[in-house]
RNA sequence: GGUCCCGUAGCUCAGUUGGAUAGAGCAACAGCCUUCUAAGCUGUGGGUCGCGCGUUCGAAUCGCGCCGGGAUCACCA
C-alpha cells in the first residue's frame, strides 16, 4: 500500500540527510486531517533532533526527497512539524478503476491454515436468553466474520451448560409442580417453559429460607437446610448415577430449551460450527490436574484436596478438585481446553465470555502454563462489559432481565410502526414487508449492541435505544437502499458500466474525502481483528455512511450532468455499497435494497 | 482490604503507535422536500477530557497519587 512506500522513502530520506537509521515503521503516518490539504501526514517532530534544524525545515527537506523519490506524489506541505503530503489525481483513479467492482472489497481469501477456534453464547439449559446473551452472542459471531475477512480458518464453538445444581432446581420445580406441561400445552417457547420453573423453584426455595430463618436459624445454616436445595442436590446425585427417569427427564427438558435456543439463535442470525456439552466433557479435566500433581507443579492438602498455587504470580491459591475428588468449574474448563486444543491444533483459541470472569480466565492460563501447555499464550479471553439497563442492573430475582426474544419482537414491532407511519412499506408485499421489519430492527439492535467498545459496560435503555435516526443500523441500511435506488435509476436511464474507465476525471474535495475513507478499509478490518472489537467497523461504518449522505446531496440531477461524470458518481456510489455491504456483513447486519 | 476494568458535551458513545482547533448521534433551537428515498442534509448553542503532579517540542492518550463507579477474590457455574 501507499502508506508503506511513503515510510520507506521518508526512512530513505532521513538516511540521505541525516545519517540516521530509522525503521520504516518507527515513523508516524496518518490520514491528514479533514480541513487541511493532503492525504497523508507525517509526524517530523522527532528527526528535528537528528537533523538540528527546526521542525519546519526538517518537514520541507524530508518533503522535497519523497517527492523526488515517489512518482505517486503531486506536493506536499508544511505546518510546524506535519509534512502533509498529497497524491496524484492518478492515484486514487488507478484505485477506483481497480477496485470498484471487487465483490470482496477489503477481504482476503481464504487460507486454510490452523484454525482459529471461537468460544461463544455457551449458555444454560435453565432459563431463556438475556440482553447479556445477546452481547455475547453478536460479539462472538461478528468477531468469527472479522476473522474470516482476515483470512482466518474460523471454527464457531458452542459450549452449552446442560449439567449441574442449577439445571437441577427447574427439574425439581417442574417434577412438584409441572403437571405435565409441554411447551405445546402451554403455548410456551421451550426455554421460556423451564426458565418458568427455575424462578418457580427460587421464589419457594426463598420462603422456606425466610421460614427457616424465623425459626432462628442464620441464613447461611437456612440455605443449606432448605428442603428444596437438599431435593436439588439429590437430583444431582441421580443424575451423576445415571438414575433412568432422572436422565429421562433431564433429557427431555433440555430438548424443550434447544428448540428454544435454536429459534433466538435463528432471529439473532448467528450459527456454530461445533457444539460441546459440558454433560460429555465435564469429567475431562481430572486426569490434566493429576498428571500435574505427579509433575510436582500442583500441591495435595490434608485432606486430599489439590490447589495450584499460584501466589508467586500474585494471585491466591486455586483449588482444582475437591478432597472428595469431584472437579470445580476450573477443572472442566482445563480440560475442555485440552480437548479443543487436541482435537484441532489452533493457532488462537478466544472465549467470548464477561468480564466476571476475567480472574477465572487469567488463572485458567497461569494454570496450563504450569502444566507447560504451550497453547496457554494463544488462549484469548475476549472480556466485554455488563449490559446495564437505565434503573440498575439485570437480575433475574428481581425480574429486571431484559428477555432477548421480547426484546428482538419489541425491536421488529417498533421498526414496522415507524416503517409504516413514513409510508415506506407501500410498495411491499406482505413477505416483503415482514423480511423489512425484521431486517430494519434486528439491525438497529445489533448495530447499538456492537458499535460499543466491547470493554465497556453499556447502558442500554429499552424505550430511548430504539431509535433509527443518527448513528444507527437503520441509517447505515437506508443509506445502502437509496445506492441501489441511485444504481438503478442510473441503468434505467441507460448507463452502462461496461463503459467505466476513469481517467482525466475531475474529483471534487467532497468525493475525494469518501474515496479516501473507503481507501481504509482493508486496514480497518485489520484492526479490528487485532483489538478483538466489531465496535472498529460499527463506527467505521457510520463514517462512511454519513460521508456518503453528504456526497449525495451534492449528486445533482443524473439527466443534467455529462455522462462520464455521471457514471463515475455511479462508479463511486456502486462501490461505496458494495464496502458497506461488506461492513455490514461484519457485524451480521442485513442490508435490504429497498426501504 | 487485594487484583482488574471504566470515568470525554444534559444523555448515549467515538477519538489510530502520544500530534494540528477533542468529534458524532440523541435532546433544544433555526433552515432545506416540483428533481435519483427528508430514516436525510445544513446551521446555532453546549467541554476544567473526574482531580492533582510528573514525563516532553507536544498528553484525553504514557507514569505516579487521589476521587467516583463497576467486576472479582466459594470445596457455585
Not at 512518482?71 to 477496485?99: A, R
Not at 482459529?116 to 440482553?131: A, D, G, Q, R
Not at 447499538?448 to 424505550?463: A, G, Q, Y
Not at 440531477?557 to 455521471?566: A, S, T
Amino acid at each position: 500500500m501507499i502508506e508503506k512506500k511513503i515510510l520507506e522513502a521518508a526512512a530513505k530520506g532521513i538516511k540521505q540527510l541525516y545519517h540516521q537509521e530509522i525503521g520504516p515503521d518507527k515513523i508516524g503516518i496518518e490520514k491528514t486531517k479533514k480541513n487541511i490539504k493532503g492525504d497523508f501526514t507525517l509526524l517530523i517532530f522527532p528527526f528535528a533532533k537528528f537533523s538540528r534544524k527546526s521542525p519546519e525545515t526538517t518537514a520541507h527537506e524530508i518533503g522535497e526527497f519523497i517527492l523526488e523519490s515517489l512518482s505517486e506524489i503531486k506536493e506536499y506541505n508544511v505546518i510546524k512539524g506535519f509534512l502533509n503530503i498529497s497524491l496524484k489525481t492518478d492515484f486514487w483513479l488507478d484505485f477506483i478503476s481497480e477496485n470498484a467492482f471487487r465483490q470482496e472489497y477489503g477481504f482476503h481469501t481464504l487460507r486454510m491454515d490452523s484454525p482459529v477456534l471461537i468460544e461463544y453464547s455457551s449458555p444454560n439449559t435453565n432459563k431463556p436468553l438475556h440482553l447479556g446473551h445477546i452481547r455475547n452472542n453478536l460479539l462472538g459471531f461478528s468477531l468469527s466474520e472479522i476473522a474470516r475477512a482476515n483470512g482466518r480458518n474460523v471454527i464457531k464453538i458452542n459450549l452449552i451448560n446442560d449439567r449441574g445444581i442449577h439445571i437441577c432446581k427447574s427439574m425439581l420445580a417442574y417434577q412438584k409442580w409441572g403437571a405435565n406441561e409441554t411447551p405445546d400445552s402451554s403455548g410456551l417457547k421451550g426455554d421460556h417453559l423451564v426458565g418458568k420453573y427455575y424462578v418457580l423453584f427460587d421464589q419457594q426455595n426463598k420462603m422456606e429460607i425466610k421460614d427457616l430463618m424465623e425459626k432462628g436459624l442464620t441464613e447461611d445454616e437456612a440455605a443449606k437446610q432448605a428442603p428444596l436445595i437438599l431435593e436439588a442436590q439429590e437430583i444431582l446425585r441421580k443424575w451423576e448415577a445415571r438414575d433412568k427417569d432422572i436422565i429421562q427427564l433431564w433429557k427431555t427438558m433440555n430438548a424443550w430449551v434447544y428448540e428454544g435456543f435454536r429459534e433466538t439463535y435463528q432471529s439473532l442470525g448467528v450459527d456454530f460450527d461445533k457444539i460441546y456439552y459440558e454433560s460429555e466433557t465435564y469429567l475431562l479435566g481430572k486426569k490434566l490436574v493429576i498428571s500435574g500433581l505427579e509433575k510436582g507443579v500442583l500441591v495435595r492438602k490434608e485432606d486430599g484436596s489439590i490447589w495450584a498455587d499460584l501466589r508467586e504470580d500474585g494471585l491466591d491459591e486455586k483449588l482444582l478438585l475437591r478432597s472428595d475428588g469431584t472437579s470445580v468449574y476450573m477443572t472442566q474448563d482445563l480440560g475442555s481446553a485440552q480437548l479443543r486444543y487436541t482435537e484441532y491444533h489452533p493457532s488462537e483459541m478466544i472465549y467470548v465470555v464477561g468480564n466476571e470472569q476475567n480472574y477465572h480466565f487469567d488463572v485458567l492460563k497461569r494454570v496450563l502454563k504450569k502444566l507447560n501447555k504451550g497453547y496457554a499464550d494463544h488462549i484469548f479471553h475476549l472480556s466485554y462489559g455488563m449490559v446495564e439497563l437505565p434503573h440498575g442492573k439485570m437480575k433475574s430475582r428481581e425480574g429486571t432481565v431484559v428477555d432477548a426474544d421480547d426484546l428482538i419482537g419489541e425491536m421488529i414491532a417498533t421498526a414496522e410502526s415507524t416503517t409504516r407511519e413514513l409510508g415506506k412499506a407501500n410498495e411491499f408485499t406482505e413477505d416483503e414487508a415482514k423480511k423489512l421489519f425484521r431486517a430494519i430492527g434486528l439491525g438497529a439492535l445489533k448495530y447499538f449492541i456492537l458499535k460499543v467498545d466491547p470493554k465497556k459496560n453499556m447502558l442500554f435503555d429499552p424505550v430511548e435505544s430504539i431509535d433509527f435516526n443518527g448513528n444507527t443500523g437503520p441509517f447505515i441500511q437506508y443509506t445502502f437502499a437509496r445506492i441501489q435506488s441511485l444504481l438503478k435509476k442510473g441503468m434505467d436511464t441507460g448507463f452502462s458500466f461496461q463503459s467505466f474507465k476513469v481517467d482525466d476525471i475531475f474529483l471534487l474535495d467532497q468525493e475525494k474525502n469518501l474515496i479516501k475513507i473507503i481507501y481504509q478499509f482493508p486496514a480497518i478490518i485489520n484492526e479490528a481483528w487485532a483489538e478483538l472489537s466489531p465496535a472498529v467497523i460499527a463506527n467505521y461504518s457510520y463514517e462512511l455512511a454519513k460521508e456518503y449522505n453528504q456526497f449525495y446531496q451534492e449528486v445533482p440531477v443524473l439527466k443534467e450532468e455529462e455522462d462520464r461524470k455521471i457514471i463515475f458518481r455511479l462508479a463511486l456510489s456502486s462501490f461505496t455499497g458494495q464496502v458497506i455491504q461488506n461492513a455490514m456483513k461484519l457485524l451480521g447486519i442485513d442490508v435490504p435494497e429497498k426501504m
